[in-house]
Protein backbone atom coordinates (compact mmCIF):
# COMPACT_ATOMS: atom_id res chain seq x y z
CA UNK A 1 0.00 0.00 0.00
CA UNK A 2 2.97 2.75 0.76
CA UNK A 3 4.99 1.51 -1.86
CA UNK A 4 4.92 4.62 -4.66
CA UNK A 5 2.95 6.91 -2.09
CA UNK A 6 3.16 10.30 -2.35
CA UNK A 7 3.01 10.68 1.13
CA UNK A 8 1.82 8.70 4.16
CA UNK A 9 -0.12 9.22 7.40
CA UNK A 10 0.22 7.12 10.58
CA UNK A 11 -2.21 7.32 13.18
CA UNK A 12 -1.87 5.84 16.72
CA UNK A 13 -0.35 5.98 20.13
CA UNK A 14 3.04 8.02 20.20
CA UNK A 15 5.82 6.05 22.00
CA UNK A 16 6.63 7.66 25.53
CA UNK A 17 10.10 8.00 24.52
CA UNK A 18 11.47 8.32 21.09
CA UNK A 19 10.09 9.37 17.43
CA UNK A 20 6.93 7.58 16.30
CA UNK A 21 3.51 5.79 16.60
CA UNK A 22 2.71 2.14 17.45
CA UNK A 23 -1.63 0.46 17.73
CA UNK A 24 -1.97 1.45 14.27
CA UNK A 25 -4.90 -0.99 13.97
CA UNK A 26 -8.51 -0.33 16.51
CA UNK A 27 -8.03 -0.27 20.05
CA UNK A 28 -11.26 -1.43 21.16
CA UNK A 29 -13.63 -4.10 21.43
CA UNK A 30 -11.29 -6.50 23.08
CA UNK A 31 -12.33 -9.56 24.77
CA UNK A 32 -11.72 -9.83 28.78
CA UNK A 33 -7.70 -10.50 29.13
CA UNK A 34 -4.94 -8.61 29.07
CA UNK A 35 -5.56 -6.09 26.38
CA UNK A 36 -9.54 -5.16 27.43
CA UNK A 37 -7.69 -2.54 29.67
CA UNK A 38 -6.44 -0.54 26.80
CA UNK A 39 -9.91 -0.67 24.97
CA UNK A 40 -11.49 3.14 24.77
CA UNK A 41 -13.29 5.07 22.17
CA UNK A 42 -11.74 7.93 20.06
CA UNK A 43 -8.13 6.66 19.62
CA UNK A 44 -8.41 4.02 17.41
CA UNK A 45 -5.19 4.10 14.20
CA UNK A 46 -5.22 3.34 10.92
CA UNK A 47 -2.83 4.46 8.16
CA UNK A 48 -3.46 6.41 5.06
CA UNK A 49 -1.31 6.45 1.82
CA UNK A 50 -1.42 9.04 -0.92
CA UNK A 51 -0.72 7.48 -4.47
CA UNK A 52 1.08 9.77 -6.99
CA UNK A 53 -2.37 9.72 -9.16
CA UNK A 54 -4.38 11.58 -6.19
CA UNK A 55 -6.20 8.54 -5.15
CA UNK A 56 -6.23 7.49 -1.25
CA UNK A 57 -5.47 3.96 0.39
CA UNK A 58 -6.34 3.45 3.65
CA UNK A 59 -5.38 0.40 6.07
CA UNK A 60 -8.06 0.17 9.24
CA UNK A 61 -6.45 -3.20 10.69
CA UNK A 62 -8.18 -4.76 13.82
CA UNK A 63 -7.48 -8.15 15.33
CA UNK A 64 -9.29 -11.38 14.72
CA UNK A 65 -10.37 -11.33 18.79
CA UNK A 66 -11.81 -7.84 18.67
CA UNK A 67 -15.10 -6.97 17.79
CA UNK A 68 -16.69 -3.98 16.42
CA UNK A 69 -20.11 -3.99 18.21
CA UNK A 70 -18.87 -1.98 21.55
CA UNK A 71 -20.53 -0.40 24.16
CA UNK A 72 -19.85 3.26 24.53
CA UNK A 73 -16.69 2.56 26.68
CA UNK A 74 -15.33 0.83 23.99
CA UNK A 75 -15.86 -2.68 25.47
CA UNK A 76 -17.49 -5.79 23.38
CA UNK A 77 -21.16 -4.82 23.50
Not at 52 to 65: E, I, R, V
Not at 71 to 77: C, K, S
Request: net charge negative; charged share 15%.
Amino acid sequence: MVTGSKKVYAFGEPYTSGLGVHNVHCNQGDPPGVHQADDGIWQDGCVFAIKSDGTLSAYLGKFATQTLNTNDQGLPA
